[in-house]
């Protein structure tokens, strides 16, 4: 095929020169008008390459909640529909209470009930010492009353105010009286010291309040089992799965609804061979989406497995994202670029003026209007730009693109204006992205 391309262009250069008298215009033996071969070219620049290494993930939520019911009975009313977004506490899924309701209002009649009977303990307990702490008192006042009239009988006796029948009427009331005394004050001991009434009095008094608790008890754990007939959003997030309607039967353990938490989202991608040195809990990554163009994210890698996944050597790695817009979705497919290696202060090339020859790396630039050919010594690359070095390279220097097959050493060049074109077989601009890889182009050969 060059060599068809090269006979055609000489036989148009023969039947130009034969129907002009001469060679036509631009071209010549070197001269002023001298023909040059148009090249798309760019010129090697000095700076900063980051060499990248990429993966594919996947995008998984951050948090996901199989949402059930641990109640059974007939769903009243679901509050949400996929898609929808609610916040934590939301109620989402309400099951029929009605018969809840009904055991709680019996438990708390039970509770007051039981506090009522506690309260009559109570009162029975200590109207017990009341009483006899109120008979002491009596009993003291009485012998008071009976001792002193005593002392004023006798006295009057002495002066002959009243009878001996008067005064022995007063002495028996004063014994009597104090005799009385001395029944209350054991009456009073007793109702204090002795254990087996203050054992059963006590008994009874704990007997009551335990019933008080019982059925404080039942109250509440009705109220917790009314609790649990409302399903509500346990965190913000999206509705991701609905499984049920107004009407269906709720038991324990069946999903009634799913949710997701989708801001921020982890993208799991798996780390294997020699691209795990350069993976570590930390590490930032770039992440792009094809399905969503023109747009990337950053995030950097939370968790990092140590244990392979079954079956491989791959090691899981949980690079979270921030999603605000929620544009990341679950289950998206995403292109994850992780940094390998940085320079600077180093000659760039565009990669698609860098080719591969039998003896290594080359790249044509220009020299004084010609093509030279300059065997090179790559390092880091990217989509874009490869770095190279070479005696002689420096910035500026205009390394030509995508050479044409019949591009040979020492041939004079023109460079084409960015975004100009050429005639046939010429190297058009480089293609967006920076072109093809090193070794997409032809071999040079000597000869024209």
Same mark, same amino acid.
């Given at each position: 095929?060059?060599?068809?391309?090269?006979?055609?262009?000489?036989?148009?250069?023969?039947?130009?020169?034969?129907?002009?008298?001469?060679? /036509? /215009?631009?071209?010549?033996?070197?001269?002023?008008?001298?023909?040059?071969?148009?090249?798309?070219?760019?010129?090697?620049?000095?700076?900063?390459?980051?060499?990248?290494?990429?993966?594919?993930?996947?995008?998984?939520?951050?948090?996901?909640?199989?949402?059930?019911?641990?109640?059974?009975?007939?769903?009243?009313?679901?509050?949400?529909?996929?898609?929808?977004?609610?916040?934590?506490?939301?109620?989402?899924?309400?099951?029929?209470?009605?018969?809840?309701?009904a055991q709680l209002q019996s438990s708390q009649a039970?509770?007051?009930?039981?506090?009522?009977?506690?309260?009559?303990?109570?009162?029975?307990?200590?109207?017990?010492? %009341?009483?006899?702490?109120?008979?002491?008192?009596?009993?003291?006042?009485?012998?008071?009353?009976?001792?002193?009239?005593?002392?004023?009988?006798?006295?009057?006796?002495?002066?002959?105010?009243?009878?001996?029948?008067?005064?022995?009427?007063? +002495? @028996?009331?004063?014994?009597?009286?104090?005799?009385?005394?001395? @029944?209350?004050?054991?009456?009073?001991?007793?109702?204090?010291?002795?254990?087996?009434?203050?054992?059963?009095?006590?008994?009874?008094?704990?007997? %009551?309040?335990?019933?008080?608790?019982?059925?404080?008890?039942?109250v509440s754990l009705v109220e917790s089992q009314i609790?649990?007939?409302?399903?509500?959003?346990?965190?913000?997030?999206?509705?991701? +799965?609905?499984?049920?309607?107004?009407?269906?039967?709720?038991?324990?353990?069946?999903?009634?609804?799913?949710?997701?938490?989708?801001?921020?989202?982890?993208?799991?991608?798996?780390?294997?061979?020699?691209?795990? /040195?350069?993976?570590?809990?930390?590490?930032? %990554?770039?992440?792009?989406?094809?399905?969503?163009?023109?747009?990337? +994210?950053?995030?950097?890698?939370?968790?990092?497995?140590?244990?392979?996944? /079954?079956?491989?050597l791959t090691y899981l790695a949980r690079i979270r994202?921030?999603?605000?817009?929620?544009?990341?979705?679950?289950? *998206?497919?995403?292109?994850?670029?992780?940094?390998?290696?940085?320079?600077?202060?180093?000659?760039?090339?565009?990669? %698609?003026?860098?080719?591969?020859?039998?003896?290594? *790396?080359?790249?044509?630039?220009?020299?004084?209007?010609?093509?030279?050919?300059?065997?090179?010594?790559?390092?880091?690359?990217?989509?874009?730009? *490869?770095?190279?070095?070479?005696?002689?390279?420096?910035?500026?220097?205009?390394?030509?693109?995508?050479?044409?097959?019949?591009?040979?050493?020492?041939?004079?060049?023109?460079?084409?204006?960015?975004?100009?074109?050429?005639?046939?077989?010429?190297?058009?601009?480089?293609?967006?992205?920076?072109?093809?890889?090193?070794?997409?182009?032809?071999?040079?050969?000597?000869?024209?």
């Amino acid at each position: 095929m060059k060599k068809r391309t090269i006979l055609a262009l000489a036989g148009a250069l023969a039947a130009a020169s034969c129907g002009h008298g001469g060679p /036509p /215009p631009g071209f010549g033996g070197g001269g002023a008008g001298a023909f040059s071969f148009p090249v798309a070219a760019a010129p090697l620049t000095r700076g900063q390459i980051t060499q990248s290494f990429d993966v594919t993930g996947t995008v998984t939520p951050l948090l996901t909640a199989d949402l059930s019911s641990v109640a059974s009975g007939t769903v009243l009313a679901v509050n949400a529909q996929i898609g929808q977004h609610v916040t934590r506490g939301e109620l989402l899924v309400q099951i029929d209470d009605g018969p809840l309701q009904a055991q709680l209002q019996s438990s708390q009649a039970s509770v007051e009930s039981a506090q009522a009977k506690l309260a009559q303990t109570r009162a029975g307990t200590s109207g017990d010492v %009341a009483s006899t702490n109120a008979g002491l008192l009596a009993a003291r006042a009485a012998n008071q009353t009976a001792q002193g009239n005593l002392q004023r009988d006798q006295s009057l006796f002495k002066e002959g105010y009243v009878s001996q029948q008067a005064l022995d009427q007063a +002495w @028996s009331d004063a014994m009597a009286a104090q005799a009385q005394l001395r @029944s209350a004050q054991v009456a009073a001991q007793n109702a204090q010291v002795n254990p087996a009434a203050q054992s059963v009095a006590q008994a009874n008094l704990k007997d %009551a309040q335990a019933a008080v608790d019982v059925a404080q008890s039942q109250v509440s754990l009705v109220e917790s089992q009314i609790g649990q007939t409302e399903v509500r959003a346990p965190f913000d997030g999206v509705v991701t +799965w609905r499984h049920v309607d107004p009407g269906s039967l709720a038991s324990p353990n069946t999903t009634l609804m799913e949710v997701a938490q989708l801001d921020p989202v982890y993208v799991q991608v798996g780390i294997s061979g020699s691209s795990l /040195p350069f993976v570590k809990v930390g590490t930032p %990554a770039t992440v792009t989406i094809s399905m969503i163009p023109g747009r990337s +994210w950053q995030g950097t890698v939370q968790y990092f497995n140590l244990a392979s996944e /079954p079956g491989s050597l791959t090691y899981l790695a949980r690079i979270r994202i921030a999603n605000p817009d929620l544009a990341l979705r679950g289950g *998206m497919v995403a292109d994850v670029a992780f940094v390998q290696a940085k320079k600077s202060d180093v000659i760039l090339a565009p990669r %698609a003026a860098v080719f591969q020859t039998d003896a290594g *790396m080359s790249m044509f630039v220009i020299d004084s209007g010609k093509a030279k050919q300059v065997p090179v010594q790559v390092g880091l690359e990217n989509d874009q730009q *490869m770095e190279v070095s070479a005696p002689g390279l420096k910035p500026g220097t205009m390394a030509i693109l995508n050479h044409a097959a019949t591009l040979q050493p020492g041939m004079p060049v023109m460079a084409l204006p960015p975004g100009g074109g050429g005639p046939p077989g010429a190297g058009g601009p480089p293609a967006a992205g920076g072109g093809g890889k090193p070794g997409q182009h032809a071999t040079p050969k000597p000869g024209y």
